[in-house]
């Protein structure tokens, strides 16, 4: 692994750190390849329980791809092909993630930068945060997978207006239509996106994973099957489920164990 992406475990949250902080984070067709493969391994650790995705310092999540890298990695539809499969292939790694991910935004997230916010469950940024995807003017158009979150979260009409108009616009704004779940001073972003991860990670790992997992699925209109309404009730055979409600009569908390 490179220093493109960072990795901090502390007990059951991780925090991963898109590194680049000297070009705002913009990402790199190597860099899009480790998220991916780094969101992918985590998702498969049993002992994770929450991941924090956020940009090194604090002026940018990401400003998107980097454009100096268009000359030799996407200058033709070929290796823009090539390049497309790498993004992909990072974004389905958020979308199946099991575990929660939180996008804690700092500053600038835009294009790429935004997609990526977009992937992630719940997503807390400071007031003086911006937004929005500004790719028509690089003649540049988004892609199905990448589009997909964004119109998932706010409506085919409002992610077309983001593209059509191509606006950046402020966190207020972005609250309103639907992109980020939270907006708190720019001082205390680090600090809600940690007591957000330790809520999550206080939670049955397994019933975080479950809901994840049935949330995704509420998005397909096809109608739940018997074995998919069955696994609803699978919770009451956990471990977990007698700590929780012996706990809940013992008046103390939980120490859940992920069985």
Same mark, same amino acid.
Request: proline letters at 5%; one cysteine or more.
């Given at each position: 692994?490179?220093?493109?992406?960072?990795? %901090?475990?502390?007990?059951?949250?991780?925090?991963?750190?898109?590194?680049?902080?000297?070009? $705002?984070?913009?990402f790199?067709?190597?860099?899009?390849r480790?998220?991916?493969?780094?969101?992918?391994? /985590?998702?498969?650790?049993? &002992?994770?329980?929450?991941?924090?995705?956020?940009? +090194?310092?604090e002026? *940018?999540?990401?400003?998107?791809?980097?454009?100096?890298?268009?000359?030799? %990695?996407?200058?033709? #539809?070929? !290796?823009?092909? %090539?390049?497309?499969?790498?993004?992909?292939?990072?974004?389905?790694a958020?979308?199946? @993630?099991?575990?929660?991910?939180? +996008? !804690?935004?700092?500053?600038? @997230?835009?294009?790429?930068?935004?997609?990526? *916010?977009? /992937?992630?469950?719940?997503?807390?940024c400071g007031?003086?945060?911006r937004?929005?995807?500004?790719? #028509?003017?690089?003649?540049?158009?988004?892609?199905?997978?990448?589009? +997909?979150?964004?119109?998932? /979260?706010?409506?085919?009409?409002?992610?077309? &207006?983001i593209?059509l108009?191509g606006?950046i616009?402020?966190?207020?704004?972005?609250?309103?239509?639907?992109?980020?779940?939270?907006?708190?001073?720019?001082d !205390?972003?680090?600090?809600?996106?940690?007591?957000? +991860?330790?809520?999550?990670? &206080?939670?049955?790992? $397994?019933?975080?994973?479950?809901? #994840? #997992?049935?949330?995704?699925? /509420?998005?397909?209109?096809?109608?739940?099957?018997?074995? &998919?309404?069955?696994? @609803?009730?699978? @919770?009451?055979?956990?471990?977990?489920?007698?700590?929780?409600?012996?706990?809940?009569?013992?008046k !103390?908390?939980?120490?859940?164990?992920?069985?």
């Amino acid at each position: 692994m490179s220093d493109l992406i960072l990795v %901090e475990r502390d007990g059951h949250i991780v925090t991963v750190t898109l590194n680049r902080p000297h070009k $705002l984070n913009a990402f790199t067709k190597p860099m899009w390849r480790e998220l991916g493969e780094t969101i992918s391994t /985590l998702s498969a650790d049993d &002992e994770v329980r929450c991941i924090i995705v956020r940009g +090194a310092g604090e002026k *940018a999540f990401s400003p998107g791809n980097d454009i100096s890298e268009f000359e030799t %990695e996407r200058s033709n #539809k070929a !290796q823009a092909v %090539e390049y497309g499969h790498i993004m992909h292939a990072t974004a389905a790694a958020f979308t199946n @993630c099991r575990h929660p991910i939180v +996008a !804690q935004i700092h500053g600038i @997230c835009v294009g790429g930068g935004l997609e990526i *916010a977009s /992937l992630c469950d719940i997503r807390i940024c400071g007031e003086s945060s911006r937004f929005g995807a500004p790719i #028509k003017n690089l003649g540049l158009v988004m892609a199905y997978p990448e589009m +997909a979150p964004l119109a998932r /979260l706010a409506g085919p009409d409002v992610a077309l &207006e983001i593209l059509l108009e191509g606006r950046i616009f402020d966190a207020a704004e972005a609250f309103t239509k639907r992109l980020v779940t939270r907006v708190v001073p720019d001082d !205390q972003v680090a600090t809600e996106a940690r007591a957000t +991860a330790t809520r999550i990670a &206080e939670g049955a790992p $397994l019933v975080a994973r479950w809901h #994840k #997992k049935f949330a995704r699925r /509420l998005a397909d209109a096809t109608p739940i099957s018997p074995a &998919e309404y069955d696994e @609803c009730f699978d @919770c009451f055979d956990t471990e977990d489920f007698r700590i929780g409600y012996a706990a809940f009569l013992a008046k !103390q908390k939980p120490g859940f164990i992920g069985k």
